[in-house]
């Protein structure tokens, strides 16, 4: 099955502490995303990423960080910079090229809640 | 800044009406898409339009887009109680844009 993987579904974090959130793809895309959805509110772009070892941020960076070592994967690190870090939390990847020109496919999301 | 605009916010119709949502959006764009999020899911794509297109058809969907006006519309026509999702529209040039959404609750 081709797809993208988030895990895990549900994170719980004490204050203080920083958790990493996992995203894998095998649908062979160079780019991909991270994106946090706040109740009754659209997406906002975290971070991306166009091509291995390389990332920008987003609207929304400050607390958390990226890596991408390979292609497959992009996990995101909530710190404990991120002021208010609850939130649901989504990855999606899409063919490399113009931003904005091809379909980005979704992940099932992992809600993060600070205890 | 959210550039995306989705009307309205909400809506609740009877299994078999058409549902009709709306998107406006502020600068250029080369294409703009259309996502369904079922509850505490991720998002789906249906359908991408692109700049120089007025109209798109998928199945029961059916998009416009008046870049003139800055806005697309999505029709959902025939619905059915499981296309009780959020739609989100995605617009913007080099870069994906999200409204807010609109929560649609179809009635069985």
């Known amino acids: 099955d081709g797809g993208i993987t988030q895990s895990p579904k549900y994170l719980f974090r004490k204050e203080g502490q920083n958790v990493t959130l996992s995203c894998e793809q095998n649908?062979?895309?160079?780019?991909m995303y991270w994106y946090r959805q706040d109740p009754g509110q659209g997406l906002r772009l975290i971070y991306y990423?166009?091509?291995?070892?390389?990332?920008q941020k987003g609207d929304i960076a400050e607390g958390y960080s990226v890596s991408r070592e390979k292609k497959e994967s992009f996990p995101l690190t909530v710190t404990s910079a991120q002021k208010n870090p609850t939130a649901f939390y989504l990855c999606?990847?899409?063919?490399?090229?113009?931003?904005?020109?091809?379909?980005?496919?979704f992940g099932p999301g992992t809600r993060l809640t600070v205890l | 800044s959210q550039q995306g605009e989705e009307d309205p916010q909400a809506l609740s119709i009877q299994e078999g009406e058409n549902a009709t949502m709306n998107c406006s959006y502020k600068?250029?764009?080369?294409?703009l898409q259309w996502y369904r999020q079922n509850s505490g899911r991720g998002l789906v794509h249906l359908i991408l339009?692109?700049?120089?297109?007025r109209e798109k058809h998928s199945g029961r969907l059916r998009v416009t887009l008046d870049t003139s006006k800055k806005s697309s519309s999505l029709l959902i026509t025939a619905s059915r109680a499981a296309d009780t999702a959020s739609y989100f529209c995605?617009?913007?040039?080099?870069?994906?844009?999200f409204g807010t959404g609109t929560r649609l609750k179809v009635l069985a």
């Open positions: 649908l062979n895309h160079d780019a």
């Open positions: 995605s617009s913007g040039t080099y870069k994906y844009i």
């Open positions: 600068t250029s764009i080369n294409n």
């Open positions: 990423s166009q091509i291995v070892n390389d990332f």
């Open positions: 339009i692109r700049s120089n297109e």
């Open positions: 999606a990847s899409s063919m490399k090229g113009d931003m904005g020109a091809y379909e980005q496919f």
